[in-house]
């Protein structure tokens, strides 16, 4: 009976659970224009008439297949995103307590927020950590996102996400499920360091102080989410690209196993289509990353505040995360 309280009054339990809030919020706000993504970046049929701007795309869904199509998919990471985005940025705390210089640590009042490289640095490891789980559902999602627009070509029936991840399963093994693995951790990782970092940053220079007394605005907040989202985007988007072609092919729900790998994806893909094909949907993404994570971090932020209204000492506020309850 007392689990829940204590977990919640905890610093561990209150970031993850402020994790978790702000994955759901980025979701929630941004499926649609992730289902916008996903298409732009299948390869062009000869034969194909799709779209190839969103707005145009948007209407082409919205009219052949309903509006419910920009949805499909979302509950597979919705289900699974509050675990995901909480392991992320539980991770991302627990590394930046750790890399809090030891020689400051016995002077914890004069201590200065964890250096920027720093920051990054435990970014990446985050990035890194989450994608055992982001991999899988990632996979299960972009399939079921394409999978409408490939049933009326091919005659298949639709499939939910737990069924279409047993079938997965049994057909490919675990392997299937982690098809596309190497190349998420590759996108990941840097971009997670790139986007905890340029996050920190931004909401310094937007509100001076703020990474000490965590008393910055909502304004803040939202800004400083979506431009650390949009960059950490923009600096691995032809990864994403390759990314999202990979995990689309193959075994049961996919488009047929075409790429080798992650390199073959590449050179066949700007074999046939330009190098351009690499920024396919870039705009589109960079308008999602910016309304997810705008709404990501405003929810975690506001999530960590609401369960720990208290100031921390001075030695946890000045890592450079929220002030959240001891």
């Not at 419910?68 to 979302?74: E, R």
């Not at 490289?117 to 990035?127: D, K, N, Q, T």
């Not at 049994?170 to 590759?186: C, D, F, M």
């Amino acid at each position: 009976m007392e689990f829940w309280p204590e977990f919640l009054a905890s610093t561990s339990g209150s970031e993850f659970v402020a994790g978790g809030s702000g994955g759901m919020a980025g979701v929630m706000a941004g499926h649609p224009l992730d289902t916008i993504r996903i298409r732009l970046q299948q390869p062009r049929l000869p034969s194909s008439s799709a779209p190839d701007s969103a707005i145009a795309l948007i209407r082409h869904i919205v009219a052949t297949e309903g509006p419910t199509a920009l949805f499909k998919g979302m509950a597979s990471p919705l289900a699974t995103i509050a675990f995901q985005n909480a392991v992320s940025f539980q991770t991302y705390a627990l590394l930046s307590r750790a890399l809090v210089d030891p020689s400051k640590q016995a002077q914890a009042q004069h201590q200065q927020p964890l250096s920027y490289e720093r920051v990054a640095l435990a970014g990446i490891g985050a990035g890194t950590i989450q994608t055992l789980i982001l991999s899988p559902v990632d996979l299960i999602k972009i399939r079921l996102q394409l999978q409408t627009a490939r049933r009326s070509v091919r005659g298949t029936s639709s499939l939910g996400p737990l069924t279409l991840a047993r079938n997965i399963f049994r057909k490919e093994g675990i392997r299937g499920l982690y098809r596309g693995w190497g190349i998420t951790v590759l996108r990941d990782a840097p971009s997670h360091g790139v986007y905890f970092g340029s996050y920190e940053f931004i909401r310094e220079k937007l509100h001076p102080g703020c990474r000490s007394n965590g008393q910055e605005t909502l304004l803040t907040m939202l800004t400083a989410g979506g431009l650390a989202g949009s960059l950490s985007w923009l600096c691995c988007y032809p990864l994403d690209v390759v990314k999202s072609r990979l995990q689309a092919q193959g075994g049961v729900g996919g488009s047929g196993t075409r790429y080798k790998g992650i390199i073959d994806c590449f050179q066949i893909s700007v074999r046939e289509e330009g190098f351009h094909v690499l920024f396919r949907g870039l705009g589109t993404s960079l308008a999602r990353a910016y309304l997810v994570n705008g709404a990501i971090f405003s929810a975690y932020e506001s999530t960590l505040r609401f369960l720990s209204p208290r100031s921390p000492p001075q030695s946890e506020t000045n890592l450079g995360l929220r002030p959240i309850s001891p």
